[in-house]
């Protein structure tokens, strides 16, 4: 059969989450957890299976299966901007952001793995791949570590040749100086990043931003909360210029970027596939940063990034998340390990590169 030339149809839709303990407690400025769920989107069409996923709560399966899975059934696989805004249509009623947004961020992503998996190529050639590999920056540092894990973890990161590690913040504001001190000495050169998860006040962010920026501190995330544009621009403003201010993780849709960007609130956009509607979101945001000339990051979700990340224009580099690098490898076949500090698509693996192991993951099931 030509793909290209005849349609494939949509034949079945699966989700099903899964819940998997971490390996410690963990804690940022704002929030703590021993547990991630995870759901996990499959899409058939033409005898082979698309795979996508999200980070979020169990109830998003349900809406994968009873309001978006009856919706694309029978449609054609390929035409993906199609289903996108039949999607969008279904949803309006039930808020697009949120768990919502998620659920449809499983599906977009399932539906381009499922294209490029039919047309037997990686994604990242379907999409135009404009590099060779994402840089990696080395992402945990919780507030609940002992400072001798979290140089124990950004030590390890370092010496596998990241150039950069990020920490979280926010959980005792008076700590944190003396935290933040303590990695510093541990990695180096390696650039440092800090993230507060919004925990802090607009005074208390321009105060500390002063005592990073002296320990060599060049990245500030969340310094107040996302929702406050107007903090965001004020600490970007009056930041000490070798510190950029970063956030859009918690953004749902393009339109969020928008009002973002607008706003001037940013030094570089976050953005987060499982999240903004998938990979079709994902492309709206590097579009968005095109037209501003501004830098894009990429949050969380390594192995599920990479195939999109290598195609984006604006890409600066892509997080490393402890939490979901453990358990895209517990779960998926294919994930990517790092290489001196970046990852490269296994391009002999069509579409995104992963497979479910379903063996290993049915105890975690949920």
Known sequence: MNAMADTVRISEVRANAYTIPSDAPEADGTYAWDSTTIVVAQVLAGGKSGIGYSFTDQSVAAVVRDALGPLIMGLDAFAIPGIHQAML????????AGLVATAISAVDT?????????LGKPLCMLL???REDVPLYGSGGFTSYSLERLKDQFGNWASQGFRWVKMKIGSEPEQD??????????????????DANGAYSRKQALQLASDFAEMGVEWFEEPVSSDDLEGLRLVRDRAPAGIDI??????????????????GAVDVLQADATRCLGFTGLMQ???LCVARCMPLSLHCAPALHLHAALSLRQLRHQEWFHDHARIEHLMFDGAPSPHSGVISADRNRPGIGLELKMADVSKYSV
Do not use: T
């Open 246 to 263: 970063a956030a859009g993780e918690y953004g749902f849709d393009s339109f969020y970027f928008r009002r973002m960007l607008d706003a």
């Open 89 to 96: 249509r279904r949803i309006r009623n039930f808020g697009r």
């Open 128 to 130: 135009g791949a404009a």
């Open 285 to 287: 945001a590097d579009a």
């Open 177 to 194: 100086p003396r935290r933040v001190g303590a990695a510093r000495h541990c990695i180096g050169k390696v650039g440092l990043f800090v």
């Open 110 to 118: 399932a539906l381009w793995d499922l294209k490029a998996k039919l």
